[in-house]
């Protein structure tokens, strides 16, 4: 059944059985089959868990852990975690009311997070025997990295070496928003995403206001929460050495997942990864890559990561420590899908919710860039949404389109 993945916005605000509060959107669920959301959890999860079975020469007691947890996701109800499990405490609160329960019940958020963190159980990730660490996604981000197309996509930082620092600017930022298209969760069972126009693509645009954030020689500090590893942290990494040497940022926080996540969520191995391509690359990739070495090295550029990061809530309910780091820098830019279902909320919002009112919980002010792979949207003029609804396409999903949303510090 092919998934419907293209709402107008009152059914969208109300049309989902997800629990509603005041918000007055609802909580996305899994329990409508051919949702988008039910797609993930029917047809993407059954075929990741068999593509990580293949990847490795896993032993029996790991294939019978996979088998398991395939049998669970289709036909079980949510099991908890093993009372030995480092982490049982935390997710036994964080799942309470969904245990025992159809995974296609809890919400969407909570059970994609949830599978990810039981997939890492399965291969013996948290354990102490001989895969202790090994991330079970590494083939598929390790192959995207060696492809051609990166060889053509560094080939092509040369060219920009000409153009006005203006145009290069706006040429980094897209490709970083774009380069989020290149996520491998999202290729499970969609293919690659047809290019289309960057520009119209796009549905909301405040590239402006991200810029006039970051005035040349202001000694900004800019916090970047990564998403993807490969084809998207490469052009985040070639925008942050872009805002470095044209002084947009005198510093720049790179946040990374602690753990395997979402398929190709960055971790600290993915940077290391993706910065030794860039080093070994000819010209200008080459150079960049040399100077963010160095970069790291010298302090300007700092990797850093936090548990919060996989867990499956909203940045609304982020821990203190965290929430102290993004108030102490000039603007937080937030990659990917995810992030934003995170920053905004994983609900059936009304397109036209204003982003501002939104993020205002925010500890200072915050960019989203992301090409749009969930239901979620806000922050939509009434005239886009008109004209994306009239296209009859599943622009929600699709990855066909992107927005840049910026909400400065209140
Ligand atoms: O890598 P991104 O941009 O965060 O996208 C991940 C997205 O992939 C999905 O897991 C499935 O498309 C979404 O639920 C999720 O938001």
């Known amino acids: 059944m092919p998934e419907n993945t293209s709402r107008?916005?009152?059914?969208?605000?109300?049309r989902d059985s997800g629990p509603v509060d005041e918000s007055?959107?609802?909580?996305?669920?899994?329990?409508?089959?051919?949702?988008?959301?039910?797609?993930?959890?029917?047809?993407?999860?059954?075929?990741l868990i068999q593509q990580v079975r293949d990847a490795f020469p896993y032993g029996r007691r790991q294939h019978a852990a996979l088998d398991a947890l395939l049998d669970e996701i289709t036909n079980g109800v949510v099991e908890p975690l093993a009372p030995s499990a480092h982490d049982h405490g935390q997710w036994a609160e964080w799942g309470r009311g969904h245990f025992g329960r159809p995974w296609f019940d809890a919400p969407f958020l909570w059970a994609e997070s949830y599978f990810y963190r039981r997939l890492l159980g399965a291969v013996e990730y948290f354990g102490t025997g001989p895969w202790q660490g090994v991330d079970p996604f590494a083939p598929f981000k390790q192959a995207e990295l060696r492809t051609a197309v990166v060889d053509e996509e560094l080939g092509a930082l040369d060219a920009l070496a000409d153009v006005s620092a203006d145009e290069r600017a706006t040429a980094l930022l897209h490709a970083s928003l774009w380069g989020n298209r290149a996520d491998l969760g999202f290729?499970?069972?969609e293919g690659d995403p047809a290019p289309g126009d960057a520009t119209d693509g796009l549905v909301a645009d405040?590239?402006?206001v991200l810029w006039q954030l970051l005035p040349a020689g202001a000694g900004s500090t800019v916090a970047v929460v990564a998403d993807n590893a490969g084809r998207e942290l490469i052009p985040?990494?070639?925008?942050?050495?872009?805002?470095?040497?044209?002084?947009?940022a005198k510093r720049v926080v790179l946040h990374v997942k602690p753990s395997p996540y979402y398929v190709s969520d960055a971790m600290t191995a993915d940077v290391v990864d993706c910065l030794r391509r860039l080093t070994e690359a000819p010209g200008e990739a080459g150079r960049i890559g040399n100077r963010l070495w160095e970069a790291v090295a010298t302090g300007h550029v700092e990797i850093r990561t936090h548990p919060f990061f996989c867990a499956p809530l909203s940045y609304a309910e982020m821990p203190d420590d965290l929430r102290e780091e993004f108030a102490a820098v000039t603007l937080t830019i937030l990659k990917g899908d995810l992030n934003y279902r995170r920053l905004v909320g994983d609900r059936m919002w009304d397109a036209r919710t204003r982003f501002a009112d939104l993020t205002a919980y925010f500890p200072g002010a915050v960019a989203a860039l992301r090409t749009l792979k969930s239901d979620v949207i806000v922050g939509l003029e009434q005239k886009t949404l008109d004209a994306l609804e009239r296209s009859g396409r599943a622009w929600r999903t699709s990855g066909t389109h992107a927005l840049v949303q910026v909400r400065r510090q209140t």
Not at 8 to 14: I, K, N, Q, V
Not at 24 to 47: C, Q, Y
């Open 206 to 208: 405040d590239a402006a």
């Open 236 to 248: 985040d990494l070639i925008l942050i050495d872009h805002l470095l040497v044209h002084r947009h």
């Open 187 to 189: 290729r499970v069972t």
């Open 8 to 14: 107008t916005s009152d059914e969208g605000a109300d």
């Open 24 to 47: 007055g959107a609802s909580v996305i669920l899994s329990d409508e089959t051919g949702s988008f959301a039910w797609g993930v959890l029917a047809k993407r999860h059954p075929s």
